[in-house]
């Protein structure tokens, strides 16, 4: 059986080099590769309702934003079916059933819950008629786990490209998905993730050094950011502090700009721009021993991201001025994603024998249990 891919992204916002590295670079290729059957990309807007409810615009106003930036990183709709999540309404149904199989215990220790509880402020105790600012956990919030459970396995998916922070996820559909054939019969298939393979791509820390970038930190570049902006936000970025006097010997490690050099610089980046140095070791390299100062740095991460995100923004502009023609494309991919899960979900249901009325055999096995107990009555 082919591989097939499913992933996707919460529009909550503008995605950013975070999103980039950590897997929407990896999709491209991956897409770009020939080896995938069929590859999802899902917008997933119910999901971000589950922490939004009172924010409906926000999610409203980025499902087009993430769009936008699927098309300009190099998604293409004639190769990846493009779909907004709650189009599908057979996911819905896929986690009703998924529901009784994963225990409140279990979704409390999901580890990625646990840290947005905590990082959303939700009290975790809150009861009836607390303020505002002990607002509960919401339980659509809580069972999202579930949720995308439906979403990869809907789609049959074999490989889930994605961030570390989603590997919790990956379990629980794996066990979701252990638990469903157990009782019913092999009927549906556990995915893997697929981890960003070099260190400064699996978490790619914000301009200020914190450890991931996040819109509300305000430490993000986005891929829809300009050159002038991305020289703004380099030159303004979190280096070594002890680093004082070019003179100074210099750490690497924890060095914003150099993990940004890990994540995004190509030996061939060295010819182009800084060709006294053979690589970027060489670079590491003086930087340790002294004598090299930050702005050099800076000026080769401004070079190199802005040659990265040169073809991005270029797409960007394109499809900006061609808006109907990305609702159209996203409604067509919403339609081949609906036909593909509803395949699934009526699997689901016969294994689940919940299929009445196409089931034959338990209606002609009743009524001839009744023929015989009104004959011999
Ligand atoms: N949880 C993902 C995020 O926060 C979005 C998502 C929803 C997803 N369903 C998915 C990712 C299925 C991978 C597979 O960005």
């Known amino acids: 059986m082919g ?6 992204d919460r529009p909550t916002g503008r995605l950013h080099l975070g999103h980039y590295v950590g897997s929407l670079r990896r999709r491209v290729e991956l897409q770009n590769s020939g080896e995938f059957e069929k590859i999802f990309i899902m917008i997933a807007d119910a999901q971000a309702l589950t922490d939004n409810a009172d924010n409906p615009e926000k999610v409203r106003q980025n499902v087009v934003e993430v769009a936008l930036d699927y098309l300009s990183a190099g998604l293409d709709p004639a190769k990846s079916t493009l779909f907004i999540q ?18 409140v215990q279990r979704l409390q220790r999901n580890p990625t819950v646990k840290s947005e509880i905590q990082m959303r402020g939700f009290a975790e105790s809150a009861v009836e008629g607390d303020t505002a600012q002990r607002q509960g956990i ?3 919030f809580f069972t999202y786990p579930i949720s995308q459970a439906s979403d990869i396995t809907a789609f049959r998916a074999t490989t889930v490209p994605a961030g570390e922070d989603q590997e919790p996820m990956i379990e629980q559909t794996r066990e979701i998905v252990h638990k469903f054939n157990s009782v019913y019969g092999p009927t549906l298939v556990e995915p893997e993730i697929l981890l960003p393979d070099n260190a400064a791509c699996l978490r790619l820390p914000g301009t200020d050094g914190k450890a991931k ?3 509300s930190l305000g430490n993000c570049i986005y891929l829809s950011d300009t050159a002038d902006e991305v020289k703004k936000k380099v030159m303004g970025m979190y280096t070594d502090p002890d680093h004082l006097r070019v003179e100074d010997p210099g750490k690497v490690e924890g060095n914003t700009v150099f993990t940004y050099l890990d994540a995004f610089c190509r030996p061939e980046h060295f010819e182009k721009y800084l060709p006294e140095y053979p690589s970027l070791d060489a670079l590491k390299e003086h930087y340790r021993r002294g004598g090299l100062g930050d702005v050099k740095v800076k000026k080769l991460l ?3 991201l802005n040659e990265t995100l040169d073809p991005i923004r270029e797409r960007r502009r394109y499809y900006e001025s061609r808006i109907e023609e990305v609702y159209a494309m996203l409604e067509e991919g919403s339609a081949h994603a609906r036909a593909a899960a509803a395949v699934t979900l009526d699997d689901v249901r016969n294994a689940m024998k919940i299929n009445y009325f196409g089931d034959k055999e338990l209606i002609a096995s009743q009524a001839k249990a009744y023929a015989e107990k009104i004959h011999n009555s």
């Open 3 to 8: 591989k097939i891919i499913l992933t996707g």
């Open 86 to 103: 709650s189009q599908v309404p057979e996911l819905c149904e896929l986690a009703f059933y998924y529901m009784n199989l994963v225990t």
């Open 138 to 140: 919401p339980v659509g």
């Open 213 to 215: 970038m996040s819109k």
């Open 302 to 304: 401004i070079a190199v």
